[in-house]
């Protein structure tokens, strides 16, 4: 996705790497709520246009990403079910 590498569930990517940042789609009121809390910033892949259901995640332990990663799938799994 992006150029970059994804995680994918059933075919649908759920997470992502873009310009060192984790990207994750998750749903759109837990975006704004990592956004607030300067957890993440909503992500826009270079287009000028920003992705609702997707955030970028700075650099944190791997700790972090995992539980992040793991409610994406859990959304994305969700979603598609």
Same mark, same amino acid.
């Given at each position: 996705?992006? !150029?970059?590498?994804?995680?994918?569930?059933?075919?649908?990517?759920?997470?992502?790497?873009?310009?060192?940042?984790?990207?994750?789609?998750?749903?759109?009121?837990?975006?704004?709520?990592?956004?607030?809390?300067?957890?993440?910033?909503?992500?826009?892949? !270079?287009?000028?246009?920003?992705?609702?259901?997707?955030?970028?995640?700075? +650099?944190?332990? +791997?700790?972090?990403?995992?539980?992040?990663?793991?409610?994406?799938?859990?959304?994305?799994?969700?979603?598609?079910?």
């Amino acid at each position: 996705m992006f !150029g970059g590498i994804a995680l994918k569930l059933n075919n649908r990517v759920f997470a992502c790497l873009f310009k060192g940042q984790l990207v994750l789609k998750l749903s759109k009121e837990r975006v704004d709520q990592l956004v607030a809390a300067h957890e993440g910033e909503n992500f826009d892949p !270079g287009m000028g246009r920003v992705m609702r259901e997707w955030v970028a995640v700075d +650099p944190g332990t +791997p700790d972090e990403w995992q539980a992040l990663m793991q409610e994406a799938r859990s959304f994305v799994g969700a979603l598609y079910a």
